[in-house]
């Protein structure tokens, strides 16, 4: 049965870090493009950071320089390292898979594309 489970939310204080981790079982990475997306209460869902099949990555600019995406196809996982976190990160996050159609920005931008959904793990940066 193909499902995603994300791990490692939480609360944290602004400046802080956190890693989250998709673990992916019934299929196996290769081919696929996992997506990290956020939605916070109200707004739309967005992608975060993406990495695909073919080795490229792709962060939002709200992120880009603090979130670092990474995958080990072998154990079936994909994480996501955030770092100086700011308050308005607060959302919940989710991963999510797709085969590789296109490329990483695209794929990324267009949450509406994607076959597979974690549950979503909770991140909250307050003080």
């Known amino acids: 049965q193909l499902h995603l489970v994300e791990s490692g939310g939480g609360l944290v204080q602004p400046g802080g870090s956190l890693r989250l981790s998709c673990a992916v079982y019934g299929f196996t990475l290769e081919g696929y493009t996992i997506g990290w997306f956020r939605q916070a209460p109200g707004k739309e869902r967005e992608g975060v950071s993406c990495s695909s099949s073919v080795d490229s990555t792709y962060y939002a600019t709200s992120v880009k320089g603090r979130f670092t995406i990474s995958r080990d196809n072998a154990k079936n996982m994909v994480s996501l390292q955030m770092n100086s976190l700011k308050p308005e990160d607060t959302a919940v996050y989710y991963c999510?898979?797709?085969?590789?159609?296109?490329?990483?920005?695209?794929?990324?931008?267009?949450?509406?594309?994607?076959?597979?959904w974690g549950q979503g793990t909770q991140v909250t940066v307050s003080s």
């Open positions: 999510a898979a797709r085969p590789t159609v296109d490329s990483v920005e695209n794929m990324c931008t267009r949450f509406y594309v994607y076959n597979y």
